[in-house]
């Protein structure tokens, strides 16, 4: 059972760049799709980005193109968001969420079998 584990969130000016990983210390991400989200205050979770078991398939959302970058390094059991252009918009907790299978993620949220906790990202003057 994997226990997700988000790093890299924190306070961060308009403009700026964070990158956010996503772990499991003990057991790792190998044969796992991942998935980032996000929940703003007062609002759903919506989705960030996915990316397959084998870092060959992604799926941003829209607001996600162009500015946030996912990837994998399975042999570090990591996966990482890059995050720029940050706007207060972006101010929200991102999630990572897991689901073992290949060739394949999901945008949806129901889908993932394994949540991590969560790391805040503030972006504000």
């Known amino acids: 059972q994997l226990r997700l584990v988000e790093s890299g969130g924190g306070l961060v000016m308009p403009g700026g760049s964070l990158r956010l990983a996503c772990t499991d210390p003990?057991?790792?991400?190998?044969?796992?799709?991942i998935g980032w989200f996000r929940q703003a205050p007062g609002k759903e979770r919506e989705r960030v980005v996915c990316?397959?078991?084998?870092?060959?398939?992604?799926d941003y959302a829209e607001f996600a193109k162009g500015r946030f970058t996912i990837s994998r390094d399975n042999a570090k059991n990591t996966v990482y968001l890059q995050l720029n252009s940050l706007n207060v918009e972006d101010t929200a907790v991102y999630y990572c969420?897991?689901?073992?299978?290949?060739?394949?993620?999901?945008?949806?949220?129901?889908?993932?079998?394994?949540w991590g906790q969560g790391t805040q990202i503030s972006v504000s003057s």
């Open positions: 969420a897991g689901k073992h299978t290949d060739y394949y993620c999901s945008e949806s949220a129901r889908w993932y079998d394994y």
């Open positions: 003990t057991f790792g991400l190998d044969g796992y799709a």
């Open positions: 990316i397959d078991s084998r870092g060959r398939s992604t």
